[in-house]
């Protein structure tokens, strides 16, 4: 048998790249389980940069909708939530150009926080349907509250409430979220007035 | 001994630099140099596909073609070792660094077209190279392609904002300064 592969050298070729193909199609087959990417991981790094408000302002239906979105070509400057920040993360992030906050899907506002005034709520539960994070807590005919913790002020319990007993309230200053004044615009003379025309 | 290694590097690094000397593997030398981490990221690549695959060359070569004399069916196995050690590395640039399989795109699976690596593993057989010079020899292959592939990145950032006169604007510039680059390691020959 030996003999009759080395006298044909054919077979001998065949036999040759057939060797070295069969490992090799074992060691891919092997990286393809042990190498396998779930998902899509540029979309999940995306994710984690949004403020997970669900909120719907970036006309997704939600964070992980424009996450896919963004990984797919869409613009970064949809997530008034976020804001600037944000928006440098994903810059940073798919190494493109940072852009200023498209005022189409709203304003930049400060962070807030739902508030139930609890001895109007009627129980109707339509604010714990609207909530994208299930931060409300309540039943049927039983007085609703509002898990801070768990709130990410996207305003969408607002407009259910049949008897406007929800407040958005701006979260009070903590050593957390504490921070300097930004300075006037105009604060050195030259601030002040025009530049002067030059050869003028 | 330990000279010969340093030598056969600096050799393939310096003196017979691939890109510049040999004009060998220009593809990804001109088209992945627009950014810096860009060309980082596919300077390792190819470092690991080009050591990988000078190694299981030599030994496909010696302990497969040689022994059933099939020494003329080289090249075609050669392409195909290259061809799955890039397709590995391929995967695990997916599954570690999504960024970056995504940033380099086509340029990862056309590793296995670069001449380069083909280039340094005929070289290995035609100099008759032992197993751990072949290795050593397709490490500092990989080296120089990743020093030039970097200078050449970082200048590209730079002539990017730079004032280049209107007909020299993009890859026309980028050709002169690969061409001053040239020049400029054809000054090592002699060294070694």
């Known amino acids: 048998m030996i003999d009759f592969i080395q006298q044909t050298p054919f077979l001998a070729a065949l036999g040759a790249l057939l060797l070295l193909g069969l490992p090799f199609g074992a060691l891919l087959g092997f990286a393809a389980i042990r190498f396998k990417t779930e998902g899509d991981p540029i979309a999940d790094q995306i994710e984690s940069l949004l403020p997970q408000t669900q909120c719907g302002q970036c006309s997704f239906p939600g964070c992980r909708p424009y996450a896919e979105a963004i990984a797919n070509g869409e613009a970064i400057n949809k997530c008034p939530p976020g804001g600037e920040d944000t928006i440098q993360a994903l810059a940073d992030l798919l190494d493109v150009e940072v852009l200023p906050l498209d005022a189409e899907h709203g304003e930049e506002a400060i962070k807030t926080v739902a508030y139930i005034r609890e001895d109007e709520c009627i129980g109707c539960t339509k604010c714990i349907q609207a909530c994208p994070v299930d931060a409300i807590l309540g039943a049927a005919k039983q007085m609703h509250t509002v898990i801070k913790s768990e709130c990410t002020g996207c305003d969408l319990c607002v407009e259910p409430c049949p008897v406007d007993c929800i407040d958005m309230l701006e979260l009070p200053t903590t050593l957390q979220n504490w921070s300097w004044n930004l300075p006037d615009a105009n604060i050195i003379a030259s601030d002040r007035q025009a530049a002067p025309e030059v050869g003028a | ?192």
């Open chain 2, 1 to 192: 001994m330990l000279a010969d290694y340093s030598l056969l590097l600096v050799g393939a690094i310096l003196v017979n630099n691939f890109v510049l000397v040999q004009f060998l593997g220009l593809c990804p030398f001109m088209g992945v140099s627009n950014k810096l981490e860009t060309a980082i990221g596919m300077s390792s690549a190819t470092t690991f596909v080009l050591t990988l695959a000078s190694i299981v060359s030599w030994l496909t070569y010696e302990w497969l073609l040689l022994p059933l004399g099939l020494g003329y069916l080289k090249t075609i196995a050669f392409i195909l070792v290259i061809a799955v050690v890039v397709q590995f590395t391929e995967m695990v640039v997916r599954k570690t660094s999504p960024m970056l399989y995504k940033v380099l795109g086509v340029f990862l699976p056309l590793i296995t077209t670069n001449c380069a690596v083909l280039g340094v593993a005929l070289i290995n057989i035609n100099k008759q190279h032992s197993f751990l010079e072949s290795a050593f020899y397709g490490f500092g292959a990989a080296l120089g392609f990743s020093l030039v592939l970097v200078l050449f990145a970082a200048m590209r950032e730079r002539l990017a904002v730079a004032d280049v006169p209107e007909p020299f604007k993009g890859p026309a510039i980028g050709m002169i300064t690969a061409g001053l680059m040239s020049l400029a390691f054809m000054g090592f020959a002699g060294l070694v």
